[in-house]
């Protein structure tokens, strides 16, 4: 009899318990992000959608290479040779004319994979992850332009040089470019 | 009735001369307009309600997209519902799966004649009110077992047999403890109840013979939860084992009415808590009966009150709802045969004393001196009883295992 004074007791009571944590989180703030008006910060290198700055990259394949999935196509042919020189941004001359550089992010597996391999890092990761569509093939990005505007002019040389003419002030400009 | 018409007379004098047919009618279809029109949309409310609660309890935030903070869900999914396709799966009996859902509905609509939302305020004042709304109430099992067997579906018919048997054994203390406020007041009218617990709120039953009506409560409200097949009673409709138990056929229309019965049934079960021990349309302090400006007609606040009160009944079950998990069909039969039933046997029992022998009747108190022995012997008897049946059920239980 006793136990089940007992029993019914603690079954009311631990009910109560319940009730009185349910009760504290009616009070506190909800967790939920109101997703497309509040959006979560993402992380530092966060991997997202891939992409490649047709400007910087010297057609050597490496990312294709190193992709796992085969999500990256490229073709690249030599450009003639009475072309003009044209080179990366980080100095590397662009011996390659790349024509095709198609990007399937259906298949990548956001491994970021291709981008360490990358001689003049021209392809990363962006934080970009609004890219769904109702089409896969949409998913197909092609990097390739037909009317890129590249660097005519050695990138290194250029910061080797000393600066040209203008040097109004004089002791303090050259000093800047040394230490450059 | 006839204190509606005399409402009406007052407030029209020339009602008194309209052919009686138009007053019977005007009497009657005015409240029913005005309950059913309250009570249809009410479930509306309930929803989003129940929604937002939930969220806020587990740290979310519910509904947020349509309309200012989600304030148009339950309008939007209401709309979708009704436009929605009602299925009929093969071999279902369609005369019995289209009865049900109206069925359950009848049972949850009708204890509305009977709730007084004022002194003046009530469709109808019946003198076997609380019988009234036991029996009505009752109607809607018949509609759940009518869906589960129409349904012709093993889950459907599940639930129904689950539910015919948590109804049934649940109403037997539910309907125990309604005899307690009746014992008190002598009158089985709810407006009779609600009017013998005039004073505030030291007078209302939940704080009379102070240990044992809080009890009584409290076993009331578990057993009319149950009743209302609402978790953590729910398992009529348990979803981890009864895809949904008995609408799980149902679709559209008729799956809304199913919704708006349960919704119904919570307000109907709380307002009857509140006129039985939480004052009915009274007000916690007499001045806050009425309201108005200095010059101007006092407007009653009855209404609001009922309302308030049951409203704060929803919402616990809600609470309740939320916080604890669905029990065990074992569980369930446990707490209603061996807990709440022993309980509310016991509570009538003491309370009955207590109204046959109250402790102010004048002169020589030889009721008294005579009845309390009887009363602690009876209360004994029945201690011994339950004693008896404990030990029974031990050594059967031993017996069983050795």
Not at chain 2, 38 to 56: C, D, H, N, Q, T
Not at chain 2, 62 to 78: E, F, I, K, N
Request: charged share 15%; glycine share 6%.
């Amino acid at each position: 009899m006793g136990q089940w004074f007992k029993d019914v007791w603690e079954g009311f009571f631990t009910v109560l318990v319940g009730m009185r944590i349910t009760w504290r989180h009616l009070f506190t703030d909800p967790v939920t992000l109101q997703y497309p008006s509040v959006r979560w910060p993402l992380p530092p290198r966060s991997r997202m959608r891939l992409f490649m700055k047709y400007e910087d990259c010297i057609g050597c394949g490496q990312c294709v290479r190193a992709c796992p999935v085969s999500c990256i196509s490229l073709k690249a042919e030599k450009r003639p040779a009475d072309a003009p020189p044209i080179w990366a941004a980080n100095g590397q001359p662009i011996k390659l004319h790349v024509s095709v550089f198609d990007i399937d992010m259906s298949l990548c597996c956001y491994c970021n994979l291709c981008t360490y391999p990358c001689p003049t890092d021209c392809i990363y990761m962006t934080p970009e992850y609004e890219f769904a569509t109702s089409d896969l093939t949409q998913h197909l990005y092609r990097f390739a332009k037909k009317d890129a505007v590249f660097i005519t002019e050695d990138p290194k040389k250029k910061a080797a040089a000393p600066l040209p003419a203008p040097a109004p002030a004089p002791a303090t400009p050259p000093a800047k470019a040394a230490g450059a | 009735m006839d204190a509606t018409y005399a409402y009406l007379v007052q407030l029209l004098p020339a009602a008194a001369h309209w052919p009686p047919w138009l007053v019977v009618a005007l009497i009657a279809a005015l409240p029913a307009l005005a309950c059913f029109t309250f009570m249809s949309l009410g479930p509306l409310v309930y929803v989003y309600g129940e929604r937002k609660i939930s969220a806020f309890m587990q740290d979310r935030l519910g509904p947020m997209r349509v309309g200012p903070y989600g304030l148009l869900q339950t309008v939007a999914d209401t709309v979708k519902l009704l436009f929605k396709e009602a299925i009929f799966p093969k071999g279902v009996d369609r005369r019995l799966f289209v009865l049900a859902p109206l069925l359950v509905n009848v049972g949850a609509f009708m204890p509305f004649v009977v709730i007084p939302w004022g002194s003046r305020l009530q469709p109808a004042d019946l003198n076997v009110g609380v019988f009234y709304v036991v029996a009505i109430a009752s109607l809607s099992t018949v509609g759940l077992i009518m869906a589960g067997w129409a349904s012709n579906n093993k889950y459907s018919l599940f639930g129904a047999m689950r539910s015919a048997a948590q109804i049934v054994s649940y109403e037997i203390p539910a309907v125990m403890i309604l005899l307690v406020p009746v014992m008190i007041v002598g009158s089985l009218s709810l407006r009779d109840i609600t009017e013998a617990q005039q004073g505030g709120l030291p007078s209302w039953f939940l704080f009379r013979y102070f240990p044992i009506m809080p009890v009584a409560f409290v076993v009331f409200f578990v057993a009319g939860l149950a009743e209302t097949n609402r978790a953590p009673f729910d398992i009529p409709e348990a979803e981890s084992e009864l895809v949904a138990g008995f609408h799980t056929e149902y679709s559209g229309f008729f799956f809304a009415m199913f919704f708006m019965a349960e919704y119904t049934e919570m307000f109907v079960l709380s307002a009857v808590a509140t006129v039985l021990f939480l004052g009915g349309y009274l007000a916690p302090h007499p001045a806050l009966q009425t309201l108005g400006l200095v010059g101007l007609p006092q407007v009653s606040l009855g209404w609001f009150w009922l309302w308030f009160k049951a409203w704060s009944l929803v919402f616990v079950m809600m609470w309740l709802r939320w916080t604890l998990p669905r029990s065990r069909v074992d569980q369930l039969m446990h707490i209603a045969w061996k807990v709440l039933l022993p309980i509310a046997l016991v509570l009538v029992v003491v309370v009955g004393g207590f109204v046959l022998w109250p402790a102010t009747s004048g002169g020589f108190p030889w009721d008294r001196w005579v009845g309390w022995p009887l009363a602690i012997a009876l209360g004994a008897f029945l201690f011994l009883v339950m004693v008896r049946a404990l030990q029974w059920n031990r050594r059967r239980a031993r017996e069983l295992t050795a």
